[in-house]
Every structure is written in C-alpha cells, then in structure tokens.
C-alpha cells in the first residue's frame, strides 16, 4: 500500500500497517546507537514524516549513512507509535530504496535552514521544495477550488474567456503585442520582433495577450446571466513594485439584472466565503505563513470576518485625505487616481479595515463603468485591504449604447475594435455589472507574504524573466 505523508499523520491508516511512502528528505540524523532518523516531505501537508532507520538494513552502511538533505527515497515499513515527544507517530523502515542522490551536496541551494524569499527567487526552479512555498502552493490550490465551488453554488458558469485578444479592454492599457515569424536567430541577435516584422502582427491583424477577459465576458453575462472567468491576465505596466505582476491570475465575475450594490454583496460574501475555507482546511499552512512573516494571520483575517467593511464615496475620500494633514509624496486633488500611500491611509490608518471607495471620477476609469447622474462619476468600486491596497475592482457597466459611444469618443477608442461591444446594447441591453480580482493579491493578503513576486510559481515582472 502506497500512500501520503499527509494520509499516515492524519492517522487514515492504522498503526502496524505496512506501507510505502515516497519523498525527499527534509533533515536528517545519525545517532550513536546506530539508528538514524530522517524527517521526510511530498508536499502532500507541511509536517514532515519520522522515518527510523536502524543498522539491521542491508544497505545501512553503504547507503543510508551517505544520505545528505534533499536525496530522494521509497520507503517501506510499519506505523508504530513514536517514543520521541516531538511527534505521535513514526515509521519504521523496513527497506529503502534511494531513487535520487545529491550532485555535490554542498552546492545544493536549498539547506534546510530558513532561506531568505528574496533569495529563493533566484532558484525559483527549486523554491518548490521549501516548507513556504509547499505552504503557499497548497493554500492556493484551496482558494483555486474553493473559488470554482462558490462561483458554482451561486449559479454562475465558468466562461473560458481568450488569452490572444483584438481588443484591449480597459480602452488604455499597457498592452504586450503578439507576432508571427519570431524565430529563434532573431532572438539571439537580440533584435525587436518591430525590427523583423515592420509591424506586429498575428496572421495579418493586430493581437495582444489579454488584459482583462471582461468585455467577452460581458457577451455570456447578457445571455447566461451569471458568469465568471479565470485566467491568465498580461499586463505591460512599468511597474517595478511588491503588488505588480506582468503575469497574473484574474477572476472575473459578470452579472446581468445587477447593480454596483449587488456585485459589491457578491464580492465581499466571496472573500469571506475563501477567508473562513482557508481558516478552517489549511491551518497547519496558515500558521507557518504567520510566524515566517511575522504578521499574525489569524488575527488579520479574523478582523477580515468579524469587523465590518468601511464604505467611502471617492469624492468623500479625496476631501479626507486633504484635511487630515498627511504629508503625502503625491498631491491630492478631485479629478487625481489614489496612489497607493492615499490607500494605505485610508485601510491602515483612517479606517483600519477593509475599504470600499465607490464613484470615481470617469477620466480616471475604463470607459465601460456605468456614468452616473451626476456626469462626471462612474458607478465604480475598489476594494482596498490593509497591508495590500486595491484587491478587487469592479462596476456597473455602461448599458445605454449612446452614452456608451460617446465614453468610446472620449476615450478616442475605434469602433473597429469596439463594434461588437456595442451590439450587445443594441440588441436587447440589460443593465449588468461585474468585478475583478486579482488572485494574487488575495494570496498575499491571506499568506502575509510582502512581496507578489512570491505569490506566484514562476513570476514575470518588468524586466525580469528568468525560468
Ligand atoms: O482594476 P483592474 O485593472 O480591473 C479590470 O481589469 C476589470 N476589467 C475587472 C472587471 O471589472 N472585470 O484589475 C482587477 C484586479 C485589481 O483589483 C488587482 O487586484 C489585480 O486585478 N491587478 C493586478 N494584480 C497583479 N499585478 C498587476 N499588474 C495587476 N493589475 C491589476
Ligand atoms: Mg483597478
């Protein structure tokens, strides 16, 4: 019988049963009695597994003594009780077989000492074998399906929505271009697909990786009614900061028949929805985050529970943050974006909760956010949490096709790229709203970890690519 680390502690098996575990070793130990012990993980929970190991094995000499941190294994033997206090149960080696030696053990980057995260992201093809990022990854995979499952309780349809798009959906984005006949001789002479081509193209039309999946979401919200999408989302920003990725994960949600207040309900019910999930499965994962970055975990996300949201108009913001005599770097004035030292003021400071701004001035939105009475605001929000900032952000959609083209007009976006957007007002509108999360900032808040770069297996940031 084959099994988990995580399957033997959480004690599915009974003790004196004969098993096999796979996995590396983690730390190991050779006592004087002749009797070694070795820690072993396979990622399946954070605990590592007791393997005991005594002289009487075949290959306890030539082998066993020679196993260094980070050698692969399969062991067979029996669950027994453990004598040591540091845990309930061990295993006691029958035999084992070694499927993976050390190359030069003292050239291996990963030891079993705490590395700093700033160094793992230069050995990000091994980072995957520290108890950290096995604590990450297995949170994310929580939220991952924990997400799909709430979306589906809710009645809404997963939409795949594309990857190469003809359209940039947020009307001024940083988009990255595509382009055929890139070949590898053009790569390593360094020279720009701009150069080879005169001009970027795929198969003769201009595409770009998506920045956003909403626009071809909105065409099944006005049919499906409730949807959402979950992808891969490509942003060029210039951006060099611990919350951007060039890369990153976005779900988004589209409701038809619903107003800003209705997605704000679904989107707060949601984060709760994933922060108690998280609570409640991955506390062994929850509590490393917590001690690694020292920021106490249960008791941010319990204030996330328990505490209630702050709401703000954005007009109502901006009037707080000039009054409250904060030496800002960037100036505030109404018409101006949120810079993330405002948002830190508002969610730690001011407010010292989550916060949600609502109504932002329309030149500083997308031009498909709902325009409100008033002509200049749009029926906008942003959710900000403490420690992040903006996490999710969301609005009701411009419903009304003459208003709708005269955003497009401001905006100096073309029909030629927009034209399909517009039938799904000409044909039968309905008012809809929608948000968008972006996933890694939710792991970041709910691991603790600083830095975005870490919330993600293979990060691609501003000028930097290196796995
Ligand atoms: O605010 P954004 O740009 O909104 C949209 O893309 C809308 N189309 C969403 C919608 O209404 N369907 O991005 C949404 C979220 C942000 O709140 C942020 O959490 C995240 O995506 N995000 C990023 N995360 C990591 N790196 C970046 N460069 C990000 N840019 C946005
Ligand atoms: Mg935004």
Redesign the pocket.
Known sequence: QTTSISNILQKFIPENTKITVHGWIRTLRHSKAKISFLDLYDGSCLKTLQIVIGENLHNYKSEILHLTSGCSVTICGKIVKSIGNKQDIELVATNVTILGWIDQPNTYPITPKKHSLEYLRNVAHLRSRTHIFGAISRIRHILFQSMHNFMHKKGLLWIPTPIITAAD??GNSKMFYLSENFNNKNISNNISTNQVNGEQFFFGKKAFLT??G?LN?ETYACALSKVYTFGP?F?A?H?DTN????E?W?L???IAFSKLNDIIELAKAFLTNMIQIVLEQCTPDITYCSNHSQCNLFKRLENFLNNKIAYIEYTDAINLLISCNKNFKNTVFWGGDLFSEHEKYLSEEYFKSPVIIMNYPKNIK?FYMRLNDDNKTVASM?ILVPGIG??????QREERLNILKERLLENNLSNKYYWWYQDLRRYGTVPHS?????F??LLIYITGITN?KDAIPFPRVFKNINF
């Open positions: 959906t947020e920045v956003s909403q979401l989302t942003r920003e951006s919350r951007h990725l060039s990153f976005m988004e949600v589209e997308a942003d903006e996490i999710i952000g969301g609005s929608g948000f968008g999360l972006g890694e900032r975005i």
